[in-house]
């Protein structure tokens, strides 16, 4: 698996992440052959993920807020978004369940049925990390 880095990713920022990623990169995923690392310092959250299982891709964004954290707050972010690219594909699949079984955007069903799959996700991993990295 290859780990790149876009040209705007500040240096120390790079040199914060890279160690993390390295460290961790056992959680990331087989089907991940690329993993590619943006930086964002329009945005005042910390860290963000997308993936695209079918193309064997995955991306982390840096946000303004990840490099204002401490080392330990930062490490943890790095293992919460890791730990999305494993449950990616059964994410996806929830996702195309409730697009195609709830038709209706605006449905109130459907939207609680999406922040429902959001809120499971979100604990599933959390749940993760907190295992992984003992901070229980």
């Given at each position: 698996m290859r780990i790149l880095f876009d040209p705007k990713v500040p240096t120390e920022v790079r040199a914060a992440v890279e160690p993390l990623l390295r460290k961790w990169e056992w959680l990331i995923p087989t089907w991940v052959h690329q993993l590619t690392v943006f930086w964002n310092d329009k945005d005042s959250a910390r860290i963000s993920n997308l993936a695209e299982p079918e193309y064997r891709r995955a991306w982390i964004a840096l946000l303004n807020g990840w490099l204002t954290n401490?080392?330990?707050?930062?490490?943890?972010?790095?293992?919460?978004?890791?730990?999305?690219?494993?449950?990616?594909?059964?994410?996806?699949?929830?996702?195309?369940?409730i697009e195609r079984t709830i038709p209706n955007e605006d449905s109130a069903f459907r939207k609680w049925a999406e922040e429902e799959l959001r809120r499971v996700l979100e604990g599933c991993t959390t749940d993760l990390q907190n295992a992984i990295t003992d901070q229980r």
């Open positions: 401490d080392s330990e707050t930062r490490e943890r972010d790095v293992v919460h978004e890791l730990i999305h690219f494993p449950l990616e594909p059964l994410s996806s699949f929830a996702e195309n369940l």
